[in-house]
Nanobody, 122 residues
Framework: QVQLVESGGGLVQAGGSLRLSCAAS????????MGWFRQAPGKEREFVAA????????YYADSVKGRFTISRDNAKNTLYLRMNSLKPEDTAVYYC???????????????WGQGTQVTVSS
């Protein structure tokens, strides 16, 4: 049974930083791409960042590029999201996801965590 458990969320002032973690279990972590998504109240879930199986390739939403960094430690089966220069509009529940990269290069996610709340005060 695949499990993804996020942690590290909390309340932070604008301009501050947080590091989210996602602990994975149930299948070979290093074989899968990983991603972070977020959902703010009243809005649809949106893509934040993704990383390929070995960390060589990363992708970011324009809204977080230059402020957020996705990384992974395959020895620890853990995904990270370092968030700097946080803004009130970054407030959301953040979810990690595990999946594969298809032949066209698109990532398809099949497992999701339960989410961790990030609140940025102005």
């Amino acid at each position: 049974q695949v499990q993804l458990v996020e942690s590290g969320g909390g309340l932070v002032q604008a301009g501050g930083s947080l590091r989210l973690s996602c602990a994975a279990s149930g299948r070979t972590f290093s074989s899968y791409a990983m991603g972070w998504f977020r959902q703010a109240p009243g809005k649809e879930r949106e893509f934040v960042a993704a990383i390929n199986w070995n960390g060589d390739s990363t992708y970011y939403a324009d809204s977080v590029k230059g402020r957020f960094t996705i990384s992974r430690d395959n020895a620890k089966n853990t995904l990270y999201l370092r968030m700097n220069s946080l803004k009130p509009e970054d407030t959301a529940v953040y979810y990690c996801a595990s999946g594969v990269q298809d032949a066209s290069g698109e990532y398809e996610y099949d497992y999701w965590g339960q989410g961790t709340q990030v609140t940025v005060s102005s």
